[in-house]
């Protein structure tokens, strides 16, 4: 059992907006960083966004991520078929002093 | 540009121990931390642990403590995750990724298949 809760899946048509949610506790989430990754199918996790909000080189801006209190957001806009994929959100855990993972949830484009 | 290496997949029997590589090109060693994370079939993401490729320093989950070793040759520019006692929960796929302790995995190597099977 993951000690982040995501949704289990998440779907929308092209080009609409899909909003992922990852719920944690002021042990994680409340007092750290959230970073959230994109896994395609068969492929490794890829860096999405990082320090709640912040989007690597290279991410467009399409993909977007907020933080309030002990739950963290990802926003995806302009929805296309590439999207299709697992996310995840991570932060550290100061009281398992461990880095901890969310559950995942997996976009699908209708 | 910067790449995380790792090598092939593993079959090994209950019990037995596997050790998986990780090569790093692209950037200076020493100068970033490499986590380990494992992803059984169908299932989320698992923190292994860390090692600090500078100075050498360690840090694990305490659900693998006992039984993960991860060691690094700079000389090599590579990192090493041995897991022993094998059993057949740990099939996996096992990433290195690039990233300090507390902060974002920003690099990730393609993954090790370690099959655990008699």
């Known amino acids: 059992q993951s000690v982040l809760t995501q949704p289990p899946s998440v779907s929308a048509a092209p080009g609409q907006k899909v909003i992922i949610s990852c719920s944690g506790s002021?042990?994680?989430?409340?007092?750290?960083?959230v970073f959230w990754y994109q896994q395609l199918p068969g492929a490794a996790p890829k860096l999405l966004i990082y320090e709640n909000n912040k989007r690597p080189s290279g991410i467009p801006d399409r993909f977007s991520g907020s933080k309030s209190g002990t739950s963290a957001t990802l926003g995806i806009t302009g929805l296309q078929t590439g999207d299709e994929a697992d996310y995840y959100c991570g932060t550290w855990d100061s009281s398992l002093s461990a880095y901890v993972f969310g559950s995942g949830t997996q976009v699908t484009v209708l | 540009q910067v790449q995380l290496v790792q090598s092939g997949a593993e079959v090994q029997k209950p019990g037995a121990s596997v050790k998986v590589s990780c090569k790093a090109s692209?950037?200076?060693?020493?100068?970033?931390?490499l986590h380990w994370v494992r992803q059984a079939p169908g299932q989320s993401l698992e923190w292994m642990g860390w090692?600090?490729?500078?100075?050498?320093?360690?840090k694990f989950s305490q659900m693998f403590q006992d039984r993960v070793t991860i060691t690094r040759d700079t000389s090599a520019s590579t990192a090493y995750m041995e897991l022993s006692s094998l059993r057949s929960e740990d099939t996996a796929m096992y990433y290195c990724?690039?990233?300090?302790?507390?902060?974002?995995?920003?690099?990730w190597g393609k993954g090790t298949t370690v099959t655990v099977s008699s």
């Open positions: 090692i600090n490729a500078g100075n050498g320093n360690t």
């Open positions: 692209g950037y200076t060693f020493t100068t970033y931390a």
């Open positions: 990724a690039r990233g300090n302790l507390r902060s974002q995995m920003d690099v």
């Open positions: 002021s042990s994680n989430i409340g007092n750290n960083y």
